[in-house]
Each structure stands twice: as structure tokens, then as C-alpha cells.
């Protein structure tokens, strides 16, 4: 798809001429959607007796399950059928798609990359976190340190790629520097600093460090409510048994977080695994960035792979499925306490 | 404490205790570990964590020779400043540009509905599991919660194929109504994908919130006669504000900072795509001309930061909850 510039003049003029219907569809939407629930709830509402609760339930209820059941769920399971079939889906390969993911050289680059993602940027970013948690509990202007390094939670990938990407940004050491790290090299004194992006394998950890930057923010401020959660008595106790520095964190306040540093870690991991707008928009995969998220975007919608798209998407959910079942596990716990 | 019960799951850490555990417990960890190091080390990462940021933001105003040729740094010992760029990036009127008054446009015409549609369909599914008892009502609530989980990707090339009317089940057509296609209404399929994608995180949100509120109001309503509507209208949403302020940020968040969604059902150039989409591709459209995609990604991420910066308490309450989302 070709940009093209129109004068300014024009623009002016197209702009708002574009924009009016985009709001009134917006608006009109919005009516809609409003409207027919207002309806609804009008002629429910005069259901009498027995009919009351079945009603009620379809009413409320009916709407958010048929619609999980058409995005998500029958999806899913087509998702499934359609990672055993070829590449146009019509005819059963069996486990051929799973065989090209897991021997094809290209592919083995996708999956070491993605697995060098996993062990690497959770544990990072949660230790770091921790570390932060600690240290900015002993402060007494926590507040903006803590919105700070949370804010970049709130940027898109894609700003955030392009913060970083600027940061990469390479140019011949005998040249004008425009890109920080670049720059911090030469001050530095490494007289041929590599082309940041261009070099394999450090190019897929500069990429990290834009996953890291986003999430140290997150871990630290659900850590640090964690730790200040910890009642003061037990410090209290702990201390008064002589349990200071590196002990007292080992042994007391660790354990006391475990299930916070958990979901903070398995949080952070998901979130790795399926990581696909950072290198869609810094490297786009090339130079031996490719990941399993951006890879199966890649060949279901620009290869029209579907087979082979459908197979990456079953590894990516096979992936997350511990999670899944731990977090149900978790949570039949905590409701059977309740 | 009902406010941070939205929070309190296995999605979620424990809220932060009142201020007097505070003082007690930071008072008896402060003497092992000496302050002023922990300060200095904090300021140390925060400097370098907000340097890029600083960086960007500090290119975007300066005119585009001195951004070729030289450093945002040497902004600081030789100042210079317009605007330029942003009127480029944002209008399009040099070859250059980047056009991006549209997508601007688009980002908030996606953005609106995409999190006001599950807003309003969570917190009835949420009421519903919360407070009309029937069977199977557990095994519903544990659905959708495990649905939160699975990633996106399983779900993109069949819904696309159900939006497209290209949806068929071993050689067999299904007809399906072919929402992409209906010229008047673009927005169509990336509304309906955003509210799909959304309302396990929301439902499961708003219902821990609903669930706690307090039984007495609702046997009281139900011994008045009050309908199961007129509950929901009266009671449950007046008092349901805080934990619908927090989905409703998170998700207009979401929805804004999303690029898989909006690439797979919102590809229509600039009738249709946000500002993420154009952005990633303007990244290697633009090669080398930082001015504007500088300044075209600060114009993207302006809207977020004025959301995290004036709602923050609600903005981190809401992440927190969702952030294994999609």
C-alpha cells in the first residue's frame, strides 16, 4: 500500500470530510448496541413467576457466551483441526505441520530464539523488579521513581520499539552519532562498536531489553504491594531473632511472597511467549530475530500458510496451557477457602 | 476493602495493607539494609530507565538537519526547537510525511466501543454468575476464566474466515453473515474482535467485584419484588463503579496499544487501521527519518500517558487484574 501525500489545502478539507462519518458511525453504533439492550431489558423485565430467572439468566448471560463460543472457543478448536491439514486446508497432512516446525533450519532458529525469549527476559525482569521492590521500600519519595519506571507498561510495543530502535540506531564510528548506545560505546572507548541490530545473536537480546524495560515496571509495583502486605510483627519477630539483611530476605520475606513472585513470573512469561509487536516493528524477524508469535502471523497472513500457521498457534497454546491449569488450580483453591 | 478485591485473584497480588502496617514494616527492614545506597541505586535506574523515553521526545521537537547530524544529547548545550515535524507527521503535506491525522482518527473510533461493547455485556454475564444461582453456573465461571489465557493467535485465521464468509468445516461451506464486507460499517469486525478478546479479563473482573457486594441489598431488593433488570440498574451498577473504572482504562488502553488485532480485522489502510498498525510500518518506511517517526510515535503514546498519568490508581489496579490478558 502506496502513502500518498495530498497538499495541505486538500487535506485540511479531506481530513474532516473522512472524519465526520468515522465519528457518526461510531455514534451510531453506539446507539445501536445501547438502543437494542435498553429494548431488551424492557420486555425482560416484565417476565413474572417461574419464566423470571431463565430469562434473566439467557438475558444476561446469553450475549458474552455465545459470543466467547464464535471468537474464542470454536476458533480454537478450528484452530486445532486446521494445523493437521495443508497448506490451503484441503487435505489431512497429519503430523506434517508439527514435523516442519520442529526439523525445518529456519523454524529451529524461530524455536531456539523463542526459547532463549523465555529464559531470559521472565527471569530478568522479575529479579529486577524484586530488586527495585526492595530497595524503593526503603525510600521516602516512592511515588515517582514507581511511575516512572511503570510508565513504559502503558506505552504500545510498537512506541516502545521505536524508542529503543532509535536508541540501536547505528552509524559509522567516524561519523556524527544519533543513537545512544552507539554513542555510550565510542565515549567508552570501543573504538568499532558492532551494527547493534545487524549483529546475531546480540541482536535478539537488544530486543529483550525492550520486553525488559516494559516489564521490571509491572513486577516491581505488584511486588512492592506484596511486600508491604507482609504484616510488621513478622518483621518485627524476625528481626528480634537476630534475622537481618540477605537472611531476613531469604527466609522471611521470599516465602511470604511466593504466590505474588508466581504470578508475577508466569505473568511475565506468557507475555514473552507470545511477544510479536517488538519484533514485528524493530527487525520485522529478519537477521535471525524471528520469534513463534510473529512466525505464525507470518505464515498464516503473508505466506497463507494455514496448515503451518494453525501449528504454530497449537505450540504457542500448548505452551501457556500449565499456566492455564495452574491458574484454575489456583483459583479452586482460593474459592474453596472462601 | 471491597475496591481491591476486583484485584485479589491468582491474576492478581494482595492489596497493599493500610498505611500504619507500612510504617512498622519498612521501619525494621530499613535497618538492614542502609537508605541513602537504596536511594541512589533507585534514582540511578529510573534516570536510565526514563532516558529513551526523554530521548524520543526530545527528537521529535528538534528541526530535521540537527537530527541527522547529531545527537539528542547535544540538544542540551545547543538548543534548538520546532514543531515542524509534528505538523508533517501529522498532516502529510511534505513527501515526507507520515499522514497520520487519520489513523489518529481511527485509533479512537476503534478504541471507544472496543472497550464500552464487553464494558457493558461483562458486568451482565458477571452479575448473572454472581447472583442468579443455577446449574452449571460454576463450570461457566471457570470457562471463561481459563479462556483469559489462551493466546490470540488461535483464534485470528478462523474468525477472519467467519468475518469474511470464507468459514468452512471439512470441505463444507457454512454461511456466515459476512461482516468484513459491509462498506458503511469498516469498523465492524475490529469492534466485534476487540469485545470477543476482552470479555473473559472482564468478565472475570467485574465478577469478583459484583460477587462481593454485600447479600443483605440484593434478599433485601429481591423480598421488594424488584426484578433481576431493575437489581442490575439500581444496585449493581451504582455500586460497581470502581472495578468498571478500572476495566474500562485498562481495556481503552488495550485496545489503543493493540497490533495483532488490529492488523488481522482492522487492514483497510486509512479507512480503518489505528495508529499502531501505520506506525509499524512508517518504522521501515521512514528508514532513517527520525524526526517523524519520532514524532509520530509520541503522537501515539501521548493518549496512554495522559491516561496513566491523571488515573493512575485505577489504570494499575485494572493492569494488574488483566495482565495475563489475550
Given at each position: 500500500m502506496s502513502p500518498h501525500f495530498p497538499s495541505p489545502a486538500v487535506l485540511n478539507a479531506t481530513f474532516i470530510s473522512d472524519s465526520i462519518p468515522k465519528v457518526g458511525q461510531m455514534l451510531t453504533a453506539l446507539a445501536v448496541f445501547f438502543a437494542v439492550f435498553l429494548l431488551v431489558f424492557l420486555l425482560a423485565a416484565r417476565a413474572k413467576g417461574k419464566a423470571q430467572s431463565p430469562i434473566a439468566i439467557a438475558v444476561f448471560l446469553g450475549p458474552a457466551v455465545l459470543l466467547l463460543l464464535i471468537g474464542l472457543v470454536m476458533p480454537a478448536l478450528r484452530t486445532i483441526t486446521l494445523s493437521f491439514f495443508n497448506s490451503d486446508s484441503s487435505k489431512f497432512v497429519g503430523g506434517l505441520n508439527f514435523g516442519w516446525a520442529f526439523t525445518d533450519p529456519d523454524m529451529r532458529t524461530v524455536l531456539i530464539n523463542t526459547v532463549l525469549w523465555i529464559l531470559i527476559a521472565p527471569v530478568v525482569s522479575t529479579s529486577l523488579g524484586l530488586l527495585l521492590a526492595l530497595l524503593i521500600d526503603r525510600m521516602k519519595h516512592e511515588s515517582v521513581p514507581k511511575s516512572l519506571m511503570f510508565m513504559p507498561m502503558a506505552i504500545s510495543f510498537v512506541g516502545a520499539s521505536i524508542i529503543w530502535k532509535f536508541v540501536y540506531d547505528y552509524r559509522d564510528p567516524a561519523e556524527k552519532q544519533i543513537g545512544l548506545l552507539n554513542q555510550v560505546a565510542l565515549w567508552l572507548g570501543w573504538k568499532h562498536p558492532p551494527n547493534w541490530l545487524l549483529t546475531i545473536p546480540l541482536n535478539t537480546f537488544l530486543l529483550m531489553v525492550i520486553m525488559i524495560w516494559v516489564q521490571v515496571g509491572f513486577a516491581m509495583v505488584v511486588l512492592s504491594a506484596a511486600i508491604k502486605a507482609i504484616p510488621s510483627d513478622i518483621i518485627e519477630a524476625a528481626s528480634l531473632d537476630g534475622a537481618t539483611g540477605t537472611k531476613l530476605f531469604r527466609t522471611v520475606t521470599v516465602p511470604l511472597i511466593r504466590n505474588t513472585l508466581i504470578v508475577v513470573f508466569t505473568t511475565i512469561l506468557i507475555a514473552v511467549l507470545k511477544i510479536f509487536d517488538i519484533v514485528r516493528t524493530t527487525t520485522g524477524g529478519n537477521f535471525s530475530t524471528e520469534v513463534l508469535a510473529n512466525e505464525m502471523y507470518t505464515q498464516t497472513f503473508t505466506q497463507f500458510d494455514n496448515g503451518r500457521g494453525s501449528a504454530l498457534a497449537v505450540i504457542l497454546f500448548v505452551g501457556v496451557t500449565p499456566v492455564l491449569v495452574y491458574n484454575v488450580l489456583q483459583l479452586r483453591k482460593e474459592r474453596a477457602t472462601r | 476493602?471491597?475496591?481491591?478485591?476486583?484485584?485479589?485473584?491468582?491474576?492478581?497480588?494482595?492489596?497493599?495493607?493500610?498505611?500504619?502496617?507500612?510504617?512498622?514494616?519498612?521501619?525494621?527492614?530499613?535497618?538492614?539494609?542502609?537508605?541513602?545506597?537504596?536511594?541512589?541505586?533507585?534514582?540511578?535506574?529510573?534516570?536510565?530507565?526514563?532516558?529513551?523515553?526523554?530521548?524520543?521526545?526530545?527528537?521529535?521537537?528538534?528541526?530535521?538537519?540537527?537530527?541527522?547530524?547529531?545527537?539528542?544529547?547535544?540538544?542540551?548545550?545547543?538548543?534548538?526547537?520546532?514543531?515542524?515535524?509534528?505538523?508533517?507527521?501529522?498532516?502529510?503535506?511534505?513527501?515526507?510525511?507520515?499522514?497520520?491525522?487519520?489513523?489518529?482518527?481511527?485509533?479512537?473510533?476503534?478504541?471507544?466501543?472496543?472497550?464500552?461493547?464487553?464494558?457493558?455485556?461483562?458486568?451482565?454475564?458477571?452479575?448473572?454468575?454472581?447472583?442468579?444461582?443455577?446449574?452449571?453456573?460454576?463450570?461457566?465461571?471457570?470457562?471463561?476464566?481459563?479462556?483469559?489465557?489462551?493466546?490470540?493467535?488461535?483464534?485470528?485465521?478462523?474468525?477472519?474466515?467467519?468475518?469474511?464468509?470464507?468459514?468452512?468445516?471439512?470441505?463444507?461451506?457454512?454461511?456466515?453473515?459476512?461482516?468484513?464486507?459491509?462498506?458503511?460499517?469498516?469498523?465492524?469486525?475490529?469492534?466485534?474482535?476487540?469485545?470477543?478478546?476482552?470479555?473473559?479479563?472482564?468478565?472475570?473482573?467485574?465478577?469478583?467485584?459484583?460477587?462481593?457486594?454485600?447479600?443483605?441489598?440484593?434478599?433485601?431488593?429481591?423480598?421488594?419484588?424488584?426484578?433481576?433488570?431493575?437489581?442490575?440498574?439500581?444496585?449493581?451498577l451504582p455500586l460497581s463503579t470502581p472495578a468498571i473504572a478500572s476495566f474500562a482504562i485498562f481495556q481503552f488502553l488495550w485496545v489503543w496499544n493493540d497490533l495483532l488485532v488490529s492488523l488481522t480485522f482492522a487492514g483497510g489502510g486509512t479507512s480503518v487501521e489505528p495508529l499502531t498498525a501505520r506506525l509499524s510500518q512508517l518504522t521501515g518506511a521512514f528508514g532513517s527519518k527520525w524526526e517523524l517517526l519520532t514524532a509520530g510515535a509520541f503522537i501515539a503514546i501521548i493518549v496512554p500517558l495522559i491516561v496513566f498519568f491523571s488515573l493512575q490508581r485505577f489504570f494499575v489496579r485494572g493492569l494488574l487484574a488483566g495482565s495475563v490478558k489475550g
Open positions: - | 476493602m471491597t475496591v481491591d478485591s476486583a484485584t485479589t485473584s491468582v491474576t492478581a497480588p494482595p492489596p497493599s495493607k493500610p498505611p500504619e502496617h507500612r510504617e512498622g514494616s519498612s521501619a525494621a527492614m530499613r535497618s538492614s539494609f542502609s537508605s541513602p545506597l537504596a536511594s541512589i541505586i533507585v534514582v540511578i535506574i529510573t534516570v536510565l530507565w526514563t532516558i529513551p523515553t526523554v530521548g524520543l521526545l526530545i527528537t521529535s521537537i528538534r528541526p530535521q538537519s540537527d537530527v541527522a547530524n547529531s545527537g539528542w544529547w547535544t540538544f542540551f548545550t545547543h538548543p534548538s526547537f520546532t514543531l515542524a515535524n509534528y505538523s508533517n507527521v501529522f498532516s502529510g503535506n511534505n513527501s515526507g510525511g507520515g499522514g497520520l491525522a487519520p489513523f489518529f482518527v481511527n485509533s479512537f473510533i476503534i478504541t471507544i466501543p472496543g472497550a464500552l461493547f464487553p464494558l457493558a455485556l461483562a458486568s451482565m454475564a458477571a452479575y448473572a454468575l454472581a447472583w442468579v444461582p443455577f446449574r452449571g453456573n460454576t463450570f461457566v465461571f471457570f470457562a471463561i476464566f481459563a479462556l483469559q489465557v489462551v493466546p490470540l493467535q488461535m483464534s485470528l485465521l478462523p474468525l477472519l474466515q467467519i468475518f469474511t464468509g470464507n468459514f468452512s468445516v471439512f470441505g463444507f461451506h457454512i454461511p456466515t453473515p459476512h461482516l468484513a464486507g459491509i462498506s458503511w460499517m469498516p469498523y465492524l469486525p475490529v469492534w466485534i474482535a476487540h469485545t470477543m478478546f476482552a470479555l473473559p479479563l472482564a468478565v472475570f473482573l467485574l465478577h469478583n467485584f459484583i460477587a462481593q457486594l454485600p447479600r443483605d441489598l440484593f434478599e433485601a431488593a429481591r423480598v421488594d419484588g424488584a426484578s433481576h433488570f431493575l437489581i442490575f440498574r439500581k444496585i449493581v
